[in-house]
């Protein structure tokens, strides 16, 4: 099994870094190209396995859905031999997002079946609110040996999301689209990603308004067509990538990306005592004082990012005086606080909240990946302890992050992938 092995040799980060394509997005308009009439291309895609998931998933269902050939990244999805309904456990338990594929084929063939996702490493992650927004729009739902069965006719409606979802916001929205009618969601997420779904759903006919805020109005239309769509830099990416500039004490500029879309991001890191310098399409990182310990908790858009969390504790870890991070979106994600303990890290959970109190130095260690975010957290902080760090599981960072040890070998980092 794959692992990543760095060895922090205390020099800075230095250069620049290009990030890729949101992979959140992409998962959101690829399950999107379903509802459209013959072939989607996005481009901009990145290549990392969650995408790789959600193409076998298309294909499954019957549609064409790959690179396209001497692209590096664009897809190309093409629907029109979709003839099976069903999203099977084998690829849905490797990915919750695969749960989206259910409201466009509702909402275009008036049946779906798909697997529950099942539990996952950071904490229960309930489909409730999906379901809810389904029921609500009309449609019959029954739970049948794991599996999720929606069909029949929808029609406008409305309703309230009972906490703030992101893709079952977005999961709504697709059902919504080609619902008759108008139907009205409250408390929707705001997240880039949910506008970014919104982009694409109007560039193919559907009329809605409010995306990116709570109130989210859409009439339904007849029909909607296949476009081709670019999607945006990864803020998560951009952020990671910020971080480990952060923690080597280094100065990198990440490219790429829509600064408006870090916000929170930006402001705790400045807080901290990172400096920014930032373009259209690019944000320079360099350190001017000791980085200083902050508190932070973690929202929904336009609050700081749980996506973030982990990183954000990981250079913490080495900051002068303590923090106190909460997590509030999701129970149970501190799975990477064991790891950071390993290597020398002074950090005790209660509940929600972590305390951090910043340590001189930390030490390299063999750590575990437990999730995505998890492991890229360890990544950072093995670029800023002494000797080296063995990061293991690391198929988990291969779910989001595309040729990360490449990008990080151009910023002067000594990181290498061993099989
Ligand atoms: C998405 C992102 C993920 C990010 C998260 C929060 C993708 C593919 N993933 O996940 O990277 O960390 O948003 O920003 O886009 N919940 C329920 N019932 C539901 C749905 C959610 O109780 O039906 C709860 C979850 O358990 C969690 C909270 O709501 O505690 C937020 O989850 P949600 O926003 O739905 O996360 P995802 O959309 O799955």
């Known amino acids: 099994m794959d692992r990543i092995v760095v060895v922090g040799s205390g020099s800075p980060l230095t250069g620049e870094v290009r990030v890729s394509g949101s992979k959140n997005s992409t998962l959101a308009l690829m399950a999107a190209a379903l509802l459209g009439d013959g072939e989607t291309i996005i ?21 064409q859905a790959g690179w396209i050939e001497g692209e590096s990244n664009s897809l190309s999805i093409d629907t029109r031999g979709v003839n099976q309904f069903e999203a099977p456990y084998d690829l849905v338990r490797q990915m919750r997002a695969s749960f989206l594929v259910l409201g466009p084929l509702l909402a275009r063939y008036g049946r779906a079946r798909v697997s529950e996702p099942g539990g996952c490493a950071i904490g229960v992650r309930p489909i409730d609110q999906h379901l809810k927004a389904f029921e609500q729009l009309g449609a019959e739902l029954s739970l049948d040996h794991g599996y999720v069965e929606a069909h029949g006719k ?9 906490m703030v979802t992101v893709n079952g916001t977005q999961n709504a929205m697709m059902a919504a689209v080609l619902t008759p009618g108008e139907t009205i969601m409250e408390n929707c997420a705001r997240e880039p990603e949910v506008m970014e779904l919104a982009a694409m759903l109007k560039k193919m006919g559907a009329d809605i308004r409010g995306d990116g805020t709570q109130h989210i109005v859409i009439r339904g239309v007849e029909k909607l067509k296949s476009v081709e769509f670019q999607v945006s830099g990864d803020r998560i990416e951009a952020g990671t990538l910020i971080a480990a500039g952060m923690i080597t ?14 916000g929170s991001t930006l402001e705790k890191m400045r807080e901290a005592g990172a400096i920014f310098d ?9 350190i001017g004082t000791p980085t200083v310990g902050v508190s932070v908790a973690t929202a929904p858009y336009p609050g700081f990012p749980t996506d973030m969390q982990a990183q954000l504790m990981a250079v913490m870890t080495l900051a002068t005086g303590s923090s106190v991070i909460v997590e509030n979106v999701f129970e149970n994600r501190f799975m990477h606080v064991p790891e950071m303990q390993r290597m020398g890290a002074d950090i005790s959970v209660k509940g929600r909240s972590a305390h951090v109190r910043g340590v001189e130095k930390l030490l390299g260690a063999e750590v575990m990946a437990t999730d995505l975010r998890a492991s890229a957290s360890l990544i950072v902080a093995g670029l800023a302890a002494e000797g080296e760090t063995t990061v293991n599981r690391v198929y988990h960072i291969d779910r989001g992050y595309e040729r990360i040890e490449e990008k990080l070998q151009n910023l002067g980092a000594v990181i290498r992938r061993e099989g």
Do not use: C, W, Y
Request: charged share 25%; glycine share 8%; proline share 4%.
């Open 249 to 262: 004490k280094g100065d990198v500029r990440v490219t790429g990306i829509d600064p408006a879309l870090l």
């Open 154 to 162: 929808l029609s406008g409606t409305s309703f309230s999301f009972d």
């Open 43 to 63: 481009h901009n895609a990145p290549r990392v396995r969650d995408v790789s998931t959600m193409i076998q998933i298309l294909q499954s269902l019957g549609a």
């Open 278 to 286: 930032i373009e259209k399409d690019n944000v320079r990182v360099r």
